[in-house]
């Protein structure tokens, strides 16, 4: 267990050393009214304490990405411990805090009105129109989804059907209320099962001793059983994406920008709640790599059961905890995929609203622009779940990198140390760009050649950002003279 352990005391020192540094490099300003206070309206913009907002945002993020990504990305062997922490550390929490405290500077604004501000008009409606339809991708994989899983814990009548149709008036709810009248009163309860899944858990992993594999030279292979269709470079750097990094949150991060009282909640928010996601994410890569005896006993079992990864829940928690327990746990993660889904609309609504500058104060107004956005969730539930999840999970990364660009660029206009994300862009955009080349889904095309084409397209993207800074800075040099 000597790599798990060092795993989490990796991700809490993060935490409190790199976080501190990109606290730094952001430059909060205590002394700044947040937009909580200057464009408080009683539905969006409602000022609440940290703690409040922390649990909200890691429910927010903290879809099935954590657990059912973090099992199927435990298939490539102990290399998902490398990737959840370093890009936890490094990826994810620096681009969920930098996304939130941008939107915190920007009175609130949503993720396409930043990137537009910093990467110009044409990205601006780009940024627009795939963030909205990646959330409503989100609402629908997140309807579809749960409600499968509750249609397995209820009597027959209480199909997938049924279930939908309730989730979809829960989220219309939840799209359309105040932010601090359902989500901020129910989401203590949620919070309480998903926080009660990890921790019993993790748990029962330390009480039964699990063999839990560790990293070493010799383990540092891909263990995936079709190794030459799916290599590590780059399917476990998509399968396992909020666990990590995920463009996803960066919709969700401005939601709670319109709620904070000050900027220095901004780290134990957005860095914080990416950080707990990590271990959560870790937590599982760790049970599904050991519950089984091994990475091969894990492979075997989800062969047998249609590559479930609901069904490795499932069975985990009820051997480990119990009928009560495991009930518990499986409603947890029921739980973290609704969490993600009604905000995921509520995002979509106010990003729609933000680019047609329509006042969202008054409810009815809420419904003309989230009407459109369920109805086209309902039409896209009628595609193949296994097309649509694999789809969201690339659109998803790509986000990711589009955020981490804008972020760079902004850093680098004011003059700040534009690397702390600059490395990230090009990490983010080798994997969309390889991935996308040689998916299933994608073009099909040998790894070797994936590779070489995503290698020229991110040198090229470096060379693009230099020839942007050198003439960037030297328009303003001129400027100032």
Known sequence: MVTFFISILLLVGGYFLYGRIAERVFGVQP???????????????????????????????????PIFGAI???????????????GTIFGGAVHD????????????????????????????????????????????????????????LTPEWMNMTVWCIILFV?????????????IGRIYPVFGF???????????????????????????????????????????????????????????QSPLMARCLKNERMGRRIFYGAMVIEGIVALIWAAVAMSFFGS??????????????????VDKIAHSWLGVFGGLLAVIGVIVAPITSGDTAFRSARLIVADFIGYSQKNIS??????????????????INFDVIWRYFAWANQTLAAATLWSITVYLAKERKCYWITLIPSLFMTMVICSYIIVAPEGFRLPINTGLLIAAVCTVVASVMFVWWLRNYYLSDKILKQ
């Open 31 to 65: 002394e700044r009214i947040t937009p909580a206070y200057t464009h408080t309206d009683g539905a969006d913009y409602v000022p609440m304490g940290w703690c409040r907002i922390l649990l909200i945002q890691f429910l927010n993020i903290a879809g099935l990405g």
């Open 72 to 86: 199927m990305g435990a298939i490539y062997g102990p290399a998902a411990f490398l990737w959840i922490v370093l």
């Open 97 to 152: 805090y930098f996304s939130g405290m941008l939107s915190v500077r920007n009175n609130g604004m949503s993720l396409p009105e930043i990137a537009g501000k910093y990467m110009g008009v044409g990205f601006k409606q780009f940024m627009r129109g795939f963030t909205v339809l990646l959330m409503v991708l989100v609402g629908a994989v997140f309807v579809a989804a749960p409600a499968q899983l509750l249609a397995n």
């Open 170 to 182: 829960y989220y219309i709810a939840a799209t359309l209320l105040p932010v601090d009248k359902l």
């Open 193 to 251: 099962a998903i926080l009660f899944m990890a921790a019993s858990i993790g748990g029962c992993l330390i009480w039964n001793d699990a063999p839990i594999p560790e990293i070493t030279f010799s383990s540092l292979r891909n263990m995936h059983p079709d190794a030459d269709a799916y290599p590590i470079f780059p399917m476990l750097f998509i399968s396992i994406a909020c666990g990590a990094i995920s463009g996803f949150h960066a919709t």
């Open 295 to 312: 990475v091969g006993g894990l492979q075997e079992f989800l062969r047998a059961n249609n590559n479930s990864a609901a069904v490795v």
């Open 365 to 382: 107004r809420r419904i003309i622009v989230a009407l459109p956005l369920f109805i086209i969730a309902l039409v896209i539930l009628q």
